[in-house]
């Protein structure tokens, strides 16, 4: 198991362990991952794009945004993908619908070879209001 796959297994512990405080009502989040493409940054797109449209298939409520940093010193050309979920619950239920979802794997498995790095895999809790 590599170690994106445990920090996101932990943060869904941790999400269960919250859900009674979220709920079905909870506040918006969105999950933020930060990728270092190696210079195949139109590689990736083209390849994360099928991952994230499989996922909006099996999953209700789910959307997400692309973003490349373009003015960012370092992290020029890192890319961001940013996956909304209505509640914390809900990305909870969603990790474990893709997680068995054979297409979603399968894509899954085909970006992997793209050579990227995950740089940072992180879950956001809307606090606007």
């Known amino acids: ?25 909870g506040p918006p989040v969105l999950r933020v991952v930060a990728v270092d493409t190696q210079g195949n ?3 990736y797109i083209r390849l994360v794009k099928p991952v994230l449209e499989r996922a909006k298939q099996v999953v209700t409520g789910m959307d997400y945004r692309i973003y490349e940093a ?10 961001y993908v940013a996956i909304s979920y ?19 794997r399968r894509l899954v498995a085909a970006l992997g070879k793209t050579g ?14």
Not at 92 to 101: F, G, L, N, S, T
Not at 116 to 129: A, E, F, G, K, P
């Open 41 to 43: 940054t139109a590689d």
């Open 1 to 25: 198991m590599n170690k994106n796959r445990i920090a996101l297994l932990s943060c869904l512990i941790v999400c269960a362990s919250l859900t009674p405080l979220y709920a079905q009502d």
């Open 70 to 79: 373009v003015f960012a010193g370092d992290e020029t050309r890192t890319v």
């Open 86 to 104: 209505p509640t914390l619950q809900r990305l909870a239920e969603a990790h474990v619908k893709v997680e068995v979802d054979e297409e979603y």
């Open 116 to 129: 990227r790095t995950i740089l940072s895999d992180s879950v956001l809790v809307d606090r606007t209001n």
